[in-house]
């Protein structure tokens, strides 16, 4: 089970757009997947076509993270029924997208003074759940607690970045906070991915700022980067999958989901391995 962080330190950036898109394409690939909705503004579950109910959410679940049951709490992603109803869906195989809903009760625990045993509650909770094969950690746009809750209990940490000075600076800035905190509290987190989201081909400014990404940040900078859709307020205004979701546009944006999607699962994927091989 792959757990990513999806993170930025800058807010406005499609940090939960990307989340939304990478679940997106994990539901099309048939990857029985599960998105925890860290961010007490609960846009992803919301996204997600979460129908409301009596289970909890996150933030309630992280409180009592000894006794709490993760999976029983946890509520199917609107967007199943959508793909069962698609053409040539196979009604035999049934699709996983479920969502650890968001709750405000999760804001007091993002603050900067969280100890190590409270960053371990989601590790706690992501412990004793099994029949995924990924984890999606929306996390808030902050490098408080919660962040680093999620970085604790993830394999990978992706950053989303705009080709915009700021928001280069600000992801710089992450970047050398996690390597800060592999040192101290998780030595087996990979590097972080990096994904340059809304980029405008035809913009000089995106082209320049893009360069200078790679140049700073090399290989971790991941492909391809994600280009600005007209259309895509629409579609999570609409609570809806990009790759259920009719036109070109959204059919360009969905293949970029699954290039995206496919290259931070291989790349975890070879990464477990080399971890788990004997020395000598």
Known sequence: ???VSISSLKGGVGKTSVTLGLASAALAAGIPTLVVDLDPHADATTGLAVSPGNN??????????????LKANVMPSGWVETALKQ????????????????????????????GKRDLKRLSTLLGRVEGYGLVLI???????GLTRMAWTA????????EPGLFSVA???????????????????????GIVANRVRPTS????????????????LLMEPNIAEHANWQQIQGAAHSVHHWPGDSAKQAAATFDALLKNLVQTGSVRNRVMRRPAG
């Open 1 to 3: 089970m792959q757990v």
């Open 56 to 69: 909890l959410g996150i933030g309630e679940m992280l409180r009592n993270a000894r006794r709490a049951d």
């Open 138 to 144: 929306d996390c808030p746009p902050s490098l408080n």
């Open 204 to 219: 000089n400014e995106h082209t320049f700022r893009l360069a200078e990404m790679k140049q700073m940040f090399g290989e």
């Open 154 to 161: 993830s394999n990978r940490v992706v950053l989303v970045a």
């Open 87 to 114: 053409p040539g869906s196979d009604p035999k195989r049934q699709p996983v997208l479920d969502v650890a809903m968001g709750s405000a009760y999760s804001g007091i625990y993002d603050r900067p003074d969280l």
């Open 170 to 192: 600000g992801t710089e800035r992450t970047m050398r906070a996690l390597d800060l905190f592999r040192q101290e509290f998780a030595p087996n987190l990979a590097p972080a």
